[in-house]
């Protein structure tokens, strides 16, 4: 039986759409926040969502999505809450949940128990940006038990014959990181040089589809990402939005918002 995500991709792909995913980090800006911007960002055109699971020691991650996972954390977030929120957001929505999170919080926490309960409040996927793929025996056991998909990076140094062993190890599709850094708004993507190149020799070694983030803020950069890829993510520069809310419905309205203007040129 074909999971939500590859539902979601078989479906885009036959109606010649591309993928549109936010990032969100839990209980930010607000508590209490975590469902109702699910909701509001599946009806302002999410394709699937990504739900950051709050650390300490965000290797990936720029200022942005640190300080609103510090702000969660403050507000108690942990993955037995965060599995609440999907539980609660699955009732009433088939849109596929991937959490992004590192290692360490998932040891703790245990890996077979971890995905049981992932599977149960129904997230469809798994991406943990500090575990390679060579590294991921158990994760990627687990999850397979439990049919959890698992999402693995490539990096724009990646060689081509790691680029086909990482779509292997995908199990629907795989993330490509635009840039050699941390997560974080930017200005610009270098489209026409060596992101371009990179986007065009990960098409010629995946056969599964491939999404990119870091660094993807506005319309222009969704619609060139889209011309190679087949999703885009958007995460801090969503987060930025958020931080200006200072009540859940003001929240609830910039992200939709913005959400929408990148459909939008």
């Given at each position: 039986?074909?999971?939500?995500?590859?539902?979601?991709?078989?479906?885009l792909k036959a109606e010649g759409k591309k993928a549109l995913i936010p990032y969100i980090t839990p209980e930010f800006p607000l508590k209490g926040i975590t469902v109702p911007l699910l909701r509001e960002l599946e009806k302002a055109g999410a394709d699937l969502v990504e739900i950051g699971i709050p650390?300490?020691?965000?290797?990936?991650?720029?200022?942005?999505?640190?300080?609103?996972?510090?702000?969660?954390?403050?507000?108690?977030?942990?993955?037995?809450?965060?599995?609440?929120?999907?539980?609660?957001?699955?009732?009433?929505?088939?849109?596929?949940?991937?959490?992004?999170?590192?290692?360490?919080?998932?040891?703790?926490?245990?890996?077979?128990?971890?995905?049981?309960?992932?599977?149960?409040?129904?997230?469809?996927?798994?991406?943990?940006?500090?575990?390679?793929?060579?590294?991921?025996?158990?994760?990627?056991?687990?999850?397979?038990?439990?049919?959890?998909?698992?999402?693995?990076?490539?990096?724009?140094?990646?060689?081509?014959?790691?680029?086909?062993?990482?779509?292997?190890?995908?199990?629907?599709?795989?993330?490509?990181?635009?840039?050699?850094?941390?997560?974080?708004?930017?200005?610009?993507?270098?489209?026409?040089?060596?992101?371009?190149?990179?986007?065009?020799?990960?098409?010629?070694?995946?056969?599964?589809?491939?999404?990119?983030?870091?660094?993807?803020?506005?319309?222009?950069?969704?619609?060139?990402?889209?011309?190679?890829?087949?999703?885009?993510?958007?995460?801090?520069?969503?987060?930025?939005?958020?931080?200006?809310?200072?009540?859940?419905?003001?929240?609830?309205?910039?992200?939709?918002?913005?959400?929408?203007?990148?459909?939008?040129?």
């Amino acid at each position: 039986m074909m999971n939500r995500i590859a539902q979601t991709f078989q479906r885009l792909k036959a109606e010649g759409k591309k993928a549109l995913i936010p990032y969100i980090t839990p209980e930010f800006p607000l508590k209490g926040i975590t469902v109702p911007l699910l909701r509001e960002l599946e009806k302002a055109g999410a394709d699937l969502v990504e739900i950051g699971i709050p650390f300490s020691d965000p290797l990936a991650d720029g200022a942005t999505i640190q300080h609103s996972s510090e702000v969660a954390l403050k507000h108690g977030v942990n993955i037995s809450i965060i599995l609440e929120d999907v539980g609660e957001f699955r009732k009433r929505s088939q849109l596929p949940v991937i959490l992004m999170g590192y290692i360490n919080p998932i040891l703790r926490f245990g890996i077979g128990k971890f995905m049981k309960e992932s599977a149960a409040a129904g997230v469809d996927g798994l991406i943990i940006p500090d575990l390679p793929p060579e590294e991921a025996h158990e994760v990627r056991n687990q999850s397979s038990h439990y049919g959890i998909s698992n999402v693995f990076l490539i990096a724009p140094t990646t060689q081509d014959a790691r680029i086909q062993k990482i779509d292997e190890y995908s199990t629907d599709f795989s993330y490509c990181v635009s840039v050699t850094g941390v997560t974080g708004a930017r200005k610009e993507l270098d489209m026409n040089g060596s992101l371009e190149r990179f986007l065009r020799r990960v098409r010629q070694n995946v056969k599964k589809p491939f999404v990119v983030g870091f660094g993807i803020s506005k319309a222009e950069h969704v619609q060139r990402v889209w011309q190679y890829a087949d999703g885009a993510v958007v995460g801090s520069a969503l987060i930025h939005a958020l931080s200006k809310a200072s009540t859940k419905k003001d929240a609830l309205m910039r992200a939709g918002k913005f959400l929408r203007s990148l459909k939008v040129l």
